[in-house]
């Protein structure tokens, strides 16, 4: 066996390089999907870019066209599970493959759990959960097939702690957290990684009526030992490690980017 300085692919950067590689990335029209896309792109991918929203998706799809790559916007509701398997033949035929995929369209209800309804839960664990499930059947029987895929699940902190007012979101990314682990190991003799990414608060249009209250924005700040809530950009570097050959004997794993929260 050859020392590590001797193995040409420990070299550099190319651990960390996409090209060549098509993703999908859901919820990818606003907030950390999309910089998870550009991110993605900026490493050399081509991506289909899923949302509900369609409009929100021309506009990125000029952004990593302009970095030099492909993208393919598609409208879709992730809940639905042909339009996951539409998504999954969309990639492959308009894009010439598919090796990644980024589960990240997600969802939430804040209310005391006395006060959420059947159909408010039902409608954040049907995004969060059964959306990922639907979207991971879908890449999965192509990953499985080919022998290879990298498949990101986006979870939260909320997959490990709780905090009041988050019964359906935590349920959601505590289930999120458990399928990442049964995709992994049904998948690994297969040569697909299944991992998930689990941010802590981050600045986007999801948490902003957290950050606009000044009380929750305090509570958030000083329970985090980084002192400050998350910037987008900074899960591009994780992101391209669970997608890339840097990450191919990681899978089952969780990796929290939480400034330091769930190490209390």
């Given at each position: 066996?050859?020392?590590?300085?001797?193995?040409?692919?420990?070299?550099?950067?190319?651990?960390?390089?996409?090209?060549?590689?098509?993703?999908?990335?859901?919820?990818?029209?606003?907030?950390?999907?999309?910089?998870?896309?550009?991110?993605?792109?900026?490493?050399?991918?081509?991506?289909?870019?899923?949302?509900?929203?369609?409009?929100?998706?021309?506009?990125?799809?000029?952004?990593?066209?302009?970095?030099?790559?492909?993208?393919?916007?598609?409208?879709?509701?992730?809940?639905?599970?042909?339009a996951c398997e539409a998504m999954a033949a969309a990639a492959v035929e308009g894009l010439g493959g598919l090796d990644i995929l980024v589960n990240?369209?997600?969802?939430?209800?804040?209310?005391?759990?006395?006060?959420?309804?059947?159909?408010?839960?039902?409608?954040?664990?049907?995004?969060?959960?059964?959306?990922?499930?639907?979207?991971?059947?879908?890449a999965g029987r192509h990953f499985t097939a080919q022998g290879s895929g990298k498949v990101v699940n986006v979870s939260s902190i909320m997959g490990?702690?709780?905090?009041?007012?988050?019964?359906?979101?935590?349920?959601?990314?505590?289930?999120?957290?458990?399928?990442?682990?049964?995709?992994?190991?049904?998948?690994?003799?297969?040569?697909?990684?299944?991992?998930?990414?689990?941010?802590?608060?981050?600045?986007?249009?999801?948490?902003?009526?957290?950050?606009?209250?000044?009380?929750?924005?305090?509570?958030?700040?000083?329970?985090?030992?980084?002192?400050?809530?998350?910037?987008?950009?900074?899960?591009?570097?994780?992101?391209?490690?669970?997608?890339?050959?840097?990450?191919?004997?990681?899978?089952?794993?969780?990796?929290?980017?939480?400034?330091?929260?769930?190490?209390?």
């Open positions: 066996m050859s020392a590590p300085a001797d193995r040409p692919e420990l070299r550099g950067t190319g651990l960390f390089d996409l090209g060549g590689r098509v993703a999908i990335v859901t919820g990818a029209g606003r907030g950390l999907g999309r910089v998870m896309a550009l991110a993605l792109a900026a490493a050399g991918a081509d991506v289909l870019l899923a949302s509900r929203t369609a409009a929100e998706l021309d506009s990125l799809a000029a952004e990593i066209r302009a970095l030099g790559r492909r993208a393919l916007p598609f409208p879709a509701d992730v809940t639905a599970p042909e990240n369209a997600g969802t939430n209800v804040r209310k005391p759990a006395l006060e959420l309804t059947p159909e408010e839960f039902e409608f954040v664990v049907a995004t969060n959960l059964r959306g990922y499930f639907n979207g991971a059947r879908a490990s702690v709780a905090l009041p007012n988050q019964a359906a979101y935590a349920s959601s990314k505590g289930g999120v957290d458990q399928l990442t682990k049964v995709l992994a190991l049904e998948w690994a003799a297969s040569g697909v990684q299944v991992n998930g990414l689990a941010p802590t608060y981050f600045e986007t249009e999801l948490t902003r009526p957290l950050y606009e209250d000044p009380e929750r924005r305090a509570f958030i700040t000083e329970r985090t030992p980084a002192g400050r809530w998350g910037q987008p950009h900074e899960l591009a570097g994780a992101v391209i490690f669970l997608a890339s050959a840097a990450s191919d004997f990681v899978t089952g794993q969780t990796l929290l980017v939480d400034g330091g929260w769930t190490a209390w």
